[in-house]
């Protein structure tokens, strides 16, 4: 029998939304809190993103990826958070109970509360069941960032699946290093970045972004030599980059029981980022596949107070109210409300699937309106974060029906 | 000289060399590829089969019913990880459940009494998640699944461990025989000279045997597709779940893999080329849509890999198993996709043909044979991540520490690309497919072998 530690907060994950959780918790005095890092050094996927932009919502500062990661290390550790890097939750034991491995071997943590931070990845090739060979030379953008990082060269002339706001750092990632980009393709009309990055690659790089088009196989041995897209053409590369298209690493969320969001596949939460299982939260872009990281960290932070309270007073709701989502709204995150509880950013974020014109959207409950707004800056575009207003959930009957939330024309 | 050449490192020609090392003779393994089961080995449904559905009194019925029991009990002893999982044959239609009976008796006649009809309700019960029309099954209690990549690497390591040399990247480009010694040369390298040729090459086995003056089959490659589906799949599934078989394919299994993962395959496709290895829109569609019929709960998950594989199938439905005493020559052609069940067997026929041949076998004795160890890459034997002093997880959905990863690339037969890794490690094979841990994994390759990352990235 292997003896148990007993812990009060174990966060698993040591990404932005994990060490930013972590860090407000013993800010507000929360005892022993435990994060548990997978990889060598803690930080997550910033530490890979060498470029400026990160930390502004959250630290409002702008620094690169890198500093951001060792930044929010640094600030966690000196708050008496206690990061285990090089350690893997292998499993549940019980309900808030975890193995851990580690060089040192397996261990287990008894926690009065979880939080799953997670994270998550880009679906690769093979989940996007891409037809053809199996070249070496296929890739996703966080595996070319490694790459780059470390002076390895991806390959010298690629295509990119995707159009997304990933997708277009993947070109500055690829350019970089020195390898041209033949194309980007997205089965969408257009891309769904911003006209700045868009503008700034098709002037700097002369990025040809190929719309309405897929890749149908994938040809080459042992190295990529060519594309073949859905329209018939085939374009001759060495490298495909398999962009965006996020899947929450939603292994422990299921573990747990925790019910899944099937649009998204990271686990239902309420604004307070509680699960369904008592004493389990999940925050970050575990629950909303995927935001920039300050917007993780903020997700993180805003959860340490119902982490708190739950330490305090051990309660744990029972009944949620479910927000449903009318199309082209494929998800939005929390998707559970409880009208005495803000969501973080005192915002809600969503996703549609097609482009839309209109910018408005309605809120109802049993066929009452709770509110109707615009989105908060931007338009309605796939694959691009979406925000709406959250004052209103204070006027959701608590006994009432499911909210459904919808766009008007 | 070599007293035995063994063309083909694949799943056969490496336990051919195995059970050759076994003797105080000089062995040699060749391969066209640069590393061992790099071939038709290396993708295939991974299920050690009773061989309870074999054609009676063939030639691969007594094979793969022997070679089942030879690797069954040498798999654990070197750590090949193997699970008795058990298989139902599930008949959906009642023209399928009218079948059944026939392939009971089938199973008896091969010498396999274990097998029994169940009803449909004792098929759900032992595989609740099936989807619905089950009409009744039959109980394969004895079918295992194992490892596929460790088995050749295995047999070839053993093989060189006790004395065997490797020769990778020779591909055969003609036989001299002479009296008392045959030249066997290379489209690239030094010949070989050897007293006696095994042709174990699987796809190309058509080819060497027509170099060596043989005739009688030609290979047609079938080729099948696997997917694979997210660990999360595992617990929808307790054993495999086999289709009733027809006349020209024994259809497509879904079944759970050593390595805690669920396959749908094999697609069938006679194809003509050699080379046409990749996977298709159709073989996909059609294994996504199999799937979702037999394990509805199968379309909530992500799929992991698609592989496809191509079976050294011929004209003939038995194993093209001949030798030439005067040209010191045994052919073991034509294996199809029971290679994997049947290769210690058919490294038994191999040594018996030989003998037949000319050779005189002289065994070591038990203390003289040098033992080899695998790593287990199983889910139910413990794995290096879980022992203390380890070297710390590399790739994490795999949970590949950085020793294997290193070993991999150093102990002979070593890997010579990302793929040999992956074979030998699982590394780089799980849901993220090196999302997470490409650039690490190639970065200490390199360091393990003094080379530098891109030529292993670049493959």
Same mark, same amino acid.
């Given at each position: 029998m292997i003896a148990e530690e007993a812990v009060d907060v174990v966060v698993v994950g040591g990404g932005p939304a994990g060490l930013s959780v972590a860090t407000e918790l013993r800010r507000r005095g929360a005892g022993k809190v435990v994060v548990v890092e997978r990889e060598a050094t803690a930080g997550g996927v910033p530490r890979h993103t060498d470029h400026l932009g990160f930390g502004v919502r959250d630290l409002r500062r702008v620094m690169s990826g890198p500093r951001y990661a060792a930044t929010l290390v640094r600030r966690a550790e000196r708050a008496g958070?206690?990061?285990?890097?090089?350690?893997?939750?292998?499993?549940?034991?019980?309900g808030r109970t975890l193995a851990l491995a580690s060089r040192d071997g397996t261990s287990v943590v008894a926690a009065r509360a979880v939080v799953l931070a997670t994270g998550v990845r880009e679906r690769p090739r093979s989940a996007r069941l891409v037809p053809g060979d199996r070249p070496a030379g296929v890739y996703t953008t966080a595996a070319i960032q490694q790459l780059v990082q470390r002076g390895i060269r991806p390959g010298t002339r690629a295509v990119i699946v995707g159009a997304e706001h990933v997708s277009f750092s993947a070109v500055l990632t690829l350019r970089h290093a020195g390898c041209s980009v033949a194309a980007m393709v997205t089965p969408l009309p257009r891309h769904q970045t911003y006209w700045p990055l868009r503008i700034a690659t098709a002037t700097r790089y002369r990025v040809k972004v190929l719309t309405g088009v897929d890749v149908a196989a994938i040809h080459g041995r042992p190295r990529v030599e060519r594309?073949?897209?859905?329209?018939?053409?085939?374009?001759?590369?060495?490298?495909?980059?398999?962009?965006?298209?996020?899947? =929450?690493?939603?292994?422990?969320?299921?573990?747990?029981?925790?019910?899944?969001?099937?649009?998204?596949?990271?686990?239902?939460?309420?604004?307070?980022?509680r699960t369904d299982r008592t004493g389990v939260f999940a925050v970050g872009n575990l629950v909303h596949p995927a935001e920039t990281a300050d917007v993780c960290a903020l997700h993180g932070r805003h959860a340490a107070p119902a982490v708190m309270e739950w330490l305090a007073v051990d309660e744990w709701p029972s009944r949620r109210l479910r927000i449903l989502t009318n199309a082209p709204i494929v998800w939005v995150s929390p998707a559970w409300i409880d009208p005495l509880i803000a969501t973080p950013r005192d915002r809600f974020v969503l996703r549609?699937?097609?482009?839309?014109?209109?910018?408005?959207?309605?809120?109802?409950?049993?066929?009452?309106?709770?509110?109707?707004?615009?989105?908060?800056?931007?338009?309605?575009? =796939?694959?691009?974060?979406i925000s709406i207003a959250a004052h209103w959930t204070a006027d959701v009957d608590p006994d009432g029906g499911d909210v459904v939330l919808s766009v008007e024309p | 000289m070599f007293d %035995?050449?063994?063309?083909?490192?694949?799943?056969?020609?490496?336990?051919?060399?195995?059970?050759?090392? @076994?003797? @105080? +003779?000089? %062995?040699?393994?060749?391969?066209?590829?640069?590393?061992?089961? &790099?071939?038709?080995?290396?993708? $295939?449904?991974?299920?050690?089969?009773?061989?309870?559905?074999?054609?009676?009194?063939?030639?691969?019925a007594g094979l793969v019913a022997r070679g089942y029991e030879l690797l069954r009990r040498y798999a654990p002893t070197v750590g090949i990880a193997v699970e008795e999982t058990g298989a139902v044959l599930v008949a959906w239609t009642d023209e399928q459940a009218e079948a059944l009976p026939a392939l009971v008796a089938k199973a008896h006649t091969n010498g396999y009494d274990a097998a029994a009809l169940v009803d449909a309700g004792e098929v759900r019960a032992r595989e609740p998640h099936l989807g619905g029309g089950v009409v009744a099954g039959m109980v394969v209690p004895g079918e295992h699944i194992i490892d596929p990549w460790s088995t050749p690497i295995a047999f070839a390591r053993e093989a060189i461990a006790n004395g065997a040399t490797w020769r990778p990247g020779c591909r055969v480009a003609g036989f001299e025989f002479g009296d008392a010694k045959t030249v066997v040369t290379f489209e690239r390298g030094d010949p070989i000279e050897t007293r006696f040729v095994v042709n174990a090459a699987g796809l190309f086995s058509d080819v060497v045997h027509e170099l060596a003056g043989g005739s009688g089959f030609t290979v047609r490659p079938r080729r099948g597709e696997l997917i694979v589906f997210d660990k999360l799949a595992r617990g929808l599934l307790h054993g495999t779940v086999l289709p009733v078989p027809t006349s020209t394919t024994k259809g497509v299994l879904v079944a759970p893999t050593v390595f805690g993962n669920v396959m749908v395959g094999p697609t069938a496709d006679d194809i003509g080329d050699k080379a046409a290895t990749g996977s298709t829109?159709?073989?996909?569609? &059609?294994?996504?849509?199999?799937?979702?019929?037999?394990?509805?709960? +199968?379309?909530?998950? /992500?799929?992991?890999?698609?592989?496809?594989? +191509?079976?050294?199938?011929?004209? @003939?439905?038995?194993?093209?198993? %001949? @030798?030439?005493p005067d040209r010191r020559y045994v052919c073991l052609g034509g294996i199809r996709s029971t290679g994997l069940t049947a290769s210690m067997a058919l490294a038994e026929e191999a040594l018996r043909r030989l003998v037949e041949c000319?050779?005189?076998?002289? !065994?070591? /004795?038990?203390? /003289?044979?040098?033992?080899?160890?695998?790593?287990?890459?199983?889910?139910?034997?413990?794995?290096?991540?879980?022992?203390?002093? $380890?070297?710390?997880?590399?790739?994490?959905? /795999?949970?590949?520490?950085?020793?294997e990863i290193a070993v991999?690339?150093?102990?002979? !037969? &070593? &890997?010579?690309d990302l793929d040999g890794v992956r074979r030998r490690t699982r590394a780089i094979a799980g849901r993220c497919q090196g999302f997470a841990c490409l650039a690490e994994v190639c970065t200490i390759a390199a360091a393990a072998t003094s080379t530098t990352p891109e030529s292993w990235l670049h493959g």
């Open positions: 958070v206690d990061i285990r890097t090089a350690t893997t939750v292998t499993r549940w034991v019980g594309v073949e897209l859905t329209n018939g053409t085939t374009i001759e590369c060495d490298t495909v980059v398999f962009t965006g298209d996020w899947i =929450p690493d939603h292994e422990l969320a299921r573990g747990a029981g925790a019910t899944i969001d099937g649009s998204h596949g990271g686990p239902l939460v309420d604004g307070a980022a549609v699937d097609r482009f839309v014109e209109s910018r408005t959207m309605r809120a109802r409950q049993d066929g009452r309106e709770l509110w109707h707004g615009t989105v908060l800056g931007g338009s309605l575009v =796939p694959n691009r974060s | %035995v050449c063994v063309i083909g490192a694949g799943v056969v020609g490496s336990a051919v060399a195995r059970l050759l090392s @076994h003797q @105080h +003779l000089s %062995v040699v393994l060749v391969d066209a590829a640069p590393d061992v089961g &790099a071939g038709t080995s290396k993708a $295939n449904t991974a299920i050690l089969h009773t061989g309870f559905d074999a054609t009676p009194g063939s030639v691969d829109r159709a073989g996909i569609d &059609a294994l996504v849509a199999h799937a979702r019929r037999i394990l509805p709960a +199968l379309a909530d998950e /992500e799929v992991t890999a698609v592989y496809a594989g +191509l079976r050294a199938a011929t004209e @003939h439905s038995d194993y093209q198993l %001949v @030798h030439h000319g050779l005189t076998m002289s !065994p070591k /004795e038990d203390d /003289e044979i040098v033992p080899i160890r695998m790593t287990n890459l199983g889910e139910v034997e413990p794995r290096p991540y879980q022992q203390p002093g $380890n070297t710390g997880i590399v790739c994490h959905c /795999e949970r590949v520490t950085r020793d991999a690339c150093t102990v002979v !037969p &070593a &890997a010579t």
